[in-house]
């Protein structure tokens, strides 16, 4: 068995163990590869492309966070190729989707150069803001559509699968069975999904009333009906003879 | 919402549950046939009887075309708008069509009792125009009166064949479906035989020395395939054939399933013998109804007949097919997306390596081959490996199905030895151009194909010659073209296609073939704004370059041959876009 493998990343000898990602070995190496639907603890997919690097003898452009490693390999993390990719799919991004709230994207669309007015006359993927629950709101125009939330919601965390897609190619969209309204689903608002949003498609209800100019009495004023309407249930759920408590 | 019954679907979970998730195209299948659609407490009736969380049935059932999850029109007309029925005039009909739905249409009724829809190719093209009611296939639409239409009493289209060799089509385009019986006059099953009467390790060096290579556009080596497969440890393997056609200009496979399939039962029993698997499966595409049954029927014959099955011919081998539907989705012909969907899953294709030959179907070593592929097995055992050698050229052996349409006298499947010249297919074969019309361009591949032009009229048909003259065989689709065609509205239809069929998974083609598509509009349009051509060959490069599959890395291939052989259809008409971003 091997314990390490020797390959050159933008020239560089990087030394890395078997199985590790080319991602990961240019971190080590002190070079970043941009990724979007990448997570630290979710599976990776390799379906946003913005990690792709050339990789000698390889015909098309390779996704470096699911590539291994080999001997020998020989990866350029930035030319022409790899630029030209990266920089597109950032362009056709802004023009789909709304991404005022995914400061990491946007800096990597100051860093390639990308116009976010690139396609004019664009079809973008608007959607109307989903607020059918107490605890976040779903505002899937600002969805990149990196799966991370119906992966934890699923396989890679809570086995709870209150989320799955809806529609197919430029249509597709995260959702519930027959678009039914979050607390109608198996949902547990346990909250993963939310966390690992990279563009705050996903947010706290009461973070989301704060910016729409809510001050803090308000917003408790508002959640107070949907507080009280839960104590009741739990309560009738306990008693369910007495009747419950005012 | 009204009341549904759910008693009807009680056989079917019974029948289908044990078997989980892998079962969720199939009851939804029979879902449909039994309440016209999937109503929401079937589709969770479904979900828990085959233990599939219930967003998971919804993003299945939205994922595919052909399952309808609001009720639809008694009567589905499904009308083919790709190049060659979209030449033949399916704009047209379409057009006729809904004049006569609304002409049909009682006053105050809440949904027609007739849906037309626009779809993809059909693979009916040597018939165009061409469409689908209720499943059943109607040639030259154009010609049929509409009560015919309606009622399904339009003739069914039969196979037209013709070419230099008949040795994969010699049951073929004779106007009827070759049963066990005409199969086995005719030798039929005798290299199944031949070839349980030999070890696995000869006919997987025959299938190799043979130089067969896949049919299905990709041109890996079969031999080196089934060799892997072959080699691996694993106690479960299987054996899959992709049947799943939906290359704009193919029906290659179509008309083999229609006319003679024992010959494709045959093929895939000699592979799993070959490689020792005891299970296969025929994936077919949705859309192929009438040939779903011929093979359905074809499969309880071989049963009957002991060709597959347990102790098949008295050899002690054991092997099985289970034959399955598609459901609307072009992506599926991608050998993983097709596993996929046999798991009961959306179509999306998986990243690759790990390869089908060591983590295929349910993760087991898998062959997936092609129908043409399959069913040059049998050819080779029987004409021996340097027999079959003898047709075809030195890297090109053997007989290849080109599915001819478009604007030629004879529109159909022609199969020559690989090195014939195109010319030679055109005029001798094809009957030429229609009188009074000149050539001006053919689509070799389909819509992931590239333009030939006059230039490569005496281009020989192999993949080495197709290489260097920079065109590409594909699945063996020649899509003709007169000079009287606007080259802008045939990419309009490709650029549709891909971005109605781009599943959606990876960001370059869920997003680049819609871009593509916007910009093919506005050149359709002569709108084309400064800038297009660059936008399309980025968008173009970067599909090609960096998608995750094959339908992504060739979604661009034709736009950017049209921009090579004529750029001027691609020149700005406006100075500045009329819209913008909001």
């Known amino acids: 068995m091997i314990d390490s493998i020797t390959l050159t990343i933008d020239g560089k000898p990087v030394i890395a163990a078997p199985g590790t990602t080319i991602l990961k070995a240019a971190a080590s190496a002190g070079i970043e590869i941009p990724t979007i639907c990448y997570h630290d603890y979710c599976t990776a997919n ?49 023009s789909t989707v709304d991404l005022s709230e995914a400061p990491e994207i946007q800096a990597y669309m100051h860093e390639y150069g990308a116009q976010s007015e690139r396609f004019p006359e664009a079809e973008q993927r608007l959607s109307p803001v989903l607020d059918d629950n107490p605890m976040y709101i779903r505002d899937y125009s600002k969805c ?62 009461r973070q989301w009333l704060l910016e729409q100019g809510y001050s803090p009495d308000e917003i408790m004023s508002l959640t107070r009906t949907e ?20 | ?38 109503p929401e407490p079937v589709a969770a009736a479904v979900g828990q009887a085959l233990r599939v969380p219930l967003a998971e049935v919804y993003g299945v059932i939205d994922f595919y075309a052909l399952f309808y999850r609001e009720p639809v029109a008694k009567t589905v007309i499904h009308v083919c708008g790709d190049p060659a029925c979209g030449m033949a005039g399916a704009d047209g009909v379409m057009k006729v069509m809904s004049q006569q739905i609304e002409r049909h249409t009682v006053a105050g009724q809440t949904h027609a009792s007739i849906r037309v829809e626009r779809v993809a190719c059909l693979g009916l093209c040597e018939h165009a125009p061409a469409l689908l009611v209720q499943g059943a296939p109607v040639p030259k639409a154009d010609t049929q009166s509409w009560e015919d239409l309606v009622s399904g009493k339009a003739q069914r289209p039969y196979s037209i064949v013709g070419g230099d060799l008949n040795l994969l089509t010699e049951n073929c385009g004779k106007n009827r479906v070759t049963n066990i019986d005409i199969y086995r006059k005719g030798g039929g099953y005798r290299m199944l035989e031949k070839a349980l009467a030999q070890t696995p390790a000869e006919i997987i060096a025959a299938v190799k020395s043979a130089g067969l290579v896949g049919r299905g556009g990709a041109a890996f080596p079969t031999g080196v395939k089934w060799e892997a497969v072959a080699a691996t440890q694993s106690q479960i393997k299987y054996v899959v054939c992709n049947a799943d056609e939906a290359e704009p200009g193919t029906f290659k496979d179509r008309v083999v399933i229609e006319d003679d399939p024992h010959r494709l039962i045959e093929g895939l029993a000699i592979c799993a013998y070959a490689v020792g698997a005891h299970k296969g499966y025929i994936y077919i595409r949705g859309e ?47 050998e993983t997306a097709l596993f996929e969907s046999i798991e009961g899953k959306r179509g999306f294709p998986r990243v690759k390596p790990p390869f089908p030959t060591t983590h295929g179907l349910f993760g087991k070593p898998t062959v997936i081959n092609n129908v043409e592929t399959l069913i040059n097995v049998p050819l080779i055992l029987r004409l021996g490996a340097a027999g079959y050698r003898q047709l075809g050229t030195e890297k090109s052996p053997g007989p290849k199905l080109f599915c001819v349409s478009g604007d030629v006298v004879n529109p159909g499947l022609y199969e020559v030895p690989f090195g014939v010249s195109f010319r030679h297919l055109l005029e ?10 000149k050539f001006k361009a053919a689509l070799f591949g389909g819509a992931a194909g590239a333009f030939a032009v006059e230039k490569d009229l005496d281009v020989r048909l192999s993949f080495e010659d197709l290489r260097a003259a920079g065109l590409t065989l594909g699945s063996g689709v020649i899509t003709v073209f007169n000079e009287t065609r606007d ?20 960001y370059p083609c869920q997003m680049g073939t819609q871009r593509q598509y916007e910009i093919l509009q506005r050149i359709a349009e002569d709108r084309a704004l400064p800038g297009d051509v660059d936008r399309l060959m980025d968008v173009g490069w970067t599909m090609t370059d960096a998608s995750l599959c094959g339908l992504g890395q060739t979604a661009a291939s034709a736009v950017m041959s049209a921009i ?9 008409h406006q100075t500045t876009p009329q819209g913008g971003l909001a």
């Open chain 2, 1 to 38: 919402m009204e009341e549904i019954d759910l008693a009807p679907l009680q056989p079917v979970l019974a029948d289908l549950g044990p078997q989980g998730r892998t079962a969720l195209l199939p009851a939804l299948h029979a879902a449909q046939e039994l309440y016209g659609y999937i």
């Open chain 1, 46 to 94: 390799a379906l946003c492309r913005l990690c792709v690097v050339e990789v000698e003898g390889s015909r098309v452009l390779v996704p470096s966070c699911v590539a291994k490693v080999s001997e020998g390999m020989k990866v350029s993390t930035s030319t022409q190729r790899v630029i030209r990719s990266r920089r597109t799919i950032l362009e056709m991004l802004a």
């Open chain 2, 288 to 334: 192929y109804t009438l040939q779903h049954l011929i093979l359905k029927a074809a499969l309880n014959e071989a049963r009957q007949a002991g060709m597959i099955g347990q102790n098949i011919l008295n050899s002690g081998f054991e092997f099985d097919i289970e034959l399955r539907r598609g459901a609307g989705a072009y992506i599926c012909g991608e």
């Open chain 1, 227 to 246: 507080r009280r309407r839960r104590m009741r249930r739990e309560t009738a759920a306990e008693q369910p003879a007495s009747g419950g408590k005012s």
């Open chain 2, 428 to 437: 001798d074969l094809a009957g030429g151009m229609r009188p009074g019309h």
């Open chain 2, 564 to 572: 090579r052989h004529w750029p001027e259809l691609f020149e700005a």
């Open chain 2, 487 to 506: 080259m802008k509205d045939i990419l309009l239809r490709l650029g549709h296609f891909f971005a109605d069929e781009s599943c959606g998974k990876c």
């Open chain 1, 144 to 205: 990149v559509l990196c799966w991370r939330c119906v992966q934890v919601c699923a396989e890679d965390a809570q086995y709870t699968h209150a989320i799955n897609f809806s529609g197919r190619g430029f249509e597709t969209q995260i959702s519930t069975f027959f678009e039914k309204p979050l607390p109608e689903t198996t949902c547990v608002f346990c909250g993963q999904c939310v966390a690992v949003c990279p563009t705050n498609a996903l947010k706290p209800k």
